[in-house]
Antibody
């Protein structure tokens, strides 16, 4: 069955960096685009970034552009989010999700999330 | 920037029908999706392409759209349906997405 397992979250000071990972299994990872989506405490879902199935295109929310980098390793079936210059407002649970297109764009599988807390 | 508007909250009695709306410019062209989000759990896709229901999602969940508004309808609402619901719009050329602010569905 499809599994997405995020890791790498934790407590980090403002201005520092953190790298999240999302290990994929149960499907052909290299055939799917991937999203990072976050949810700050008490807030709604916020899209963070997308990477195409082959890594050829990447797009970011304005709130993270220039600070976060999405990447993937299709040999290791792993998605990454490098987060630099972290701010308190980046505190959130971060989810990875599959991007399925074709017969209707959607995020049909989600990981369990990893919590990032930015605090001094 | 593109935005989606949802009502902050909707209340429904058990067994009745709940409707949650989502408004955005030309939303009908943007492959609207709906996700259910319960505290401590990951989002669950309940409707995609405005009206398609993924396998495993109960038939009481349905969706529709008309121009600038998408609607999620839950018929015969059950206590287990109490959750936050988020609409989502897609830019199909880049796969960038926007989420609505979410609607808290209370079953009382």
């Amino acid at each position: 069955q499809v599994q997405l397992v995020e890791s790498g979250g934790g407590v980090v000071q403002p201005g520092r960096s953190l790298r999240l990972s999302c290990a994929a299994s149960g499907f052909t990872f290299s055939n799917y685009g991937m999203h990072w989506v976050r949810q700050a405490p008490g807030k709604g879902l916020e899209w963070v970034a997308v990477i195409w199935y082959d890594g050829s295109n990447k797009y970011y929310a304005d709130s993270v552009k220039g600070r976060f980098t999405i990447s993937r390793d299709n040999f290791r079936n792993t998605l990454y989010l490098q987060m630099n210059s972290l701010r308190a407002e980046d505190t959130a649970v971060y989810y990875c999700a599959t991007v399925r297109g074709g017969s209707g764009w959607r995020n049909d599988y989600w990981g369990q999330g990893t919590l990032v807390t930015v605090s001094s | 920037s593109y935005g989606l508007t949802q009502p902050p909250s909707v209340s429904v009695s058990p067994g009745q029908t709940a409707s949650i709306t989502c408004s955005g410019d030309k939303l009908g062209d943007k492959n609207a999706c709906w996700y259910q989000k319960k505290p401590g759990q990951s989002p669950v896709l309940v409707i995609y392409q405005a009206s398609k229901r993924p396998s495993g999602i109960p038939e009481r969940f349905s969706g529709s759209d008309s121009g600038n508004t998408a609607t999620l309808t839950i018929s015969g609402t059950q206590a287990m349906d109490e959750a936050d619901y988020y609409c989502q719009a897609w830019d199909s050329s880049t796969a960038e997405v926007v989420f609505g602010g979410g609607t808290k569905l209370t079953v009382l």
